[in-house]
Nanobody
Framework: QVHFVESGGDLVQPGGSLRLSCATSGIMFRIFVMGWYRQAPGKQRESVATITSGGTTNYADSVKGRFTISRDNAKNTVELQMNSLKPEDTAVYYC?????????WGRGTQVTVSS
């Protein structure tokens, strides 16, 4: 059974930092492309950052230089370090695993950036 546990979402002031974590089970983690997506109220879900099994990363232009995605294939976890947070980063952040035609999602963790 596939199971994702996301954590780390919180209320933070502009300019602050948060670290999101996603612990997975039930998948062959090391072969999956892992990613973080986000969905703000009234907007479509969008890709924030992805990381391949080999460690190649890709970021949305809006977060380049501020966010860093990483993975630990021994612990089956993926993390997102978010620095210099802005109010427009406010959203529910979802962990995603993708391999060929298979895709799995976590339930999301709320990130709110506000003074």
């Amino acid at each position: 059974q596939v199971h994702f546990v996301e954590s780390g979402g919180d209320l933070v002031q502009p300019g602050g930092s948060l670290r999101l974590s996603c612990a997975t089970s039930g998948i062959m983690f090391r072969i999956f492309v892992m990613g973080w997506y986000r969905q703000a109220p009234g907007k479509q879900r969008e890709s924030v950052a992805t990381i391949t099994s080999g460690g190649t990363t890709n970021y949305a232009d809006s977060v380049k230089g501020r966010f860093t995605i990483s993975r630990d294939n021994a612990k089956n976890t993926v993390e997102l370090q978010m620095n210099s947070l802005k109010p427009e980063d406010t959203a529910v952040y979802y962990c995603n695993a993708r391999y060929m035609s298979s895709a799995y999602w976590g339930r999301g963790t709320q990130v709110t950036v506000s003074s």
